[in-house]
């Protein structure tokens, strides 16, 4: 099973700046399987991006992600106060697919 | 888009079952996978299994295997989580994700608003 850690567990930023958050993996996740999601409080996550570096449907291009391998990012170029919520990756290259424990960024 | 609609909350004694249902509507043809996803209270979310309705194939996690059953009724769009022998461990919500297939990476793009499972003497 392939363990994703993200880190920092919390990040706390203030609006405008920008946000790097890392997903590490176990062992080497091939791009195409890379996908990261954004969850509100009380709310199903949401679909940011696929393929490592693809943005889904309707999401803004503050949001991009990078990486190979077992190394892999996502970068938030200008917060807006709506971005304020936990993110997680997800690897579904390999079954059974994961998740990361998630990171929680928080208005400083 | 696939919207997906699940069925309602449940609560559930130790060791019994529980069966959450994901009605698909909008493309339902267009699925190639859905797969559940749990999330426990303030927990992260963990990847429980899927399935693939076209040839069937299933997947399951090692943590819920001979546990779990994932099914799919094609004739009516609907997709089926039947989790057994129920613990006071497995309270959480419980989400259905689809995937569209080639079209969209393989990614997991639409997901359920979830179903409250709460395991309770």
């Known amino acids: 099973e392939i363990v994703l850690t993200q880190s920092p567990v919390t990040l706390s930023l203030s609006p405008g700046e920008r946000a790097t958050l890392s997903c590490r993996a176990s062992q080497s996740v091939r791009s195409s399987y890379l996908g990261w999601y954004q969850q509100e409080p009380g709310q199903a996550p949401r679909l940011l991006i696929y393929?490592?570096?693809t943005r889904a449907t309707g999401i803004p291009d503050r949001f991009s992600g990078s990486g190979s391998g077992t190394d892999f990012t996502l970068t938030i170029s200008r917060l807006e106060p709506e971005d304020f919520a936990v993110y997680y990756c997800h690897q579904y290259d390999s079954s059974p697919y994961t998740f990361g424990q998630g990171t929680k960024l928080e208005i400083k | 888009q696939v919207q997906l609609v699940q069925s309602g909350a449940e609560v559930k004694k130790p060791g019994s079952s529980v069966k959450v249902s994901c009605k698909a509507s909008?493309?339902?043809?267009?699925?190639?996978?859905i797969a559940w996803v749990r999330q426990a209270p303030g927990q992260g979310l963990e990847w429980m299994g899927r399935?693939?309705?076209?040839?069937?194939?299933?997947n399951y996690a090692p943590m819920f295997q001979g546990r779990v059953t994932i099914t799919m009724d094609e004739a009516t769009g609907t997709a089926y989580m039947d989790l057994r022998s129920l613990r006071y461990e497995d309270t959480a919500v419980y989400y259905c994700?689809?995937?569209?297939?080639?079209?969209?990476?393989?990614?997991?793009?639409?997901w359920g608003r979830g179903t409250l499972v709460t395991v309770s003497s």
């Open positions: 399935i693939i309705p076209m040839f069937p194939r299933e």
């Open positions: 393929g490592a570096s």
């Open positions: 994700v689809t995937s569209m297939g080639v079209t969209d990476g393989y990614s997991w793009g639409s």
């Open positions: 909008g493309a339902p043809s267009s699925i190639y996978a």
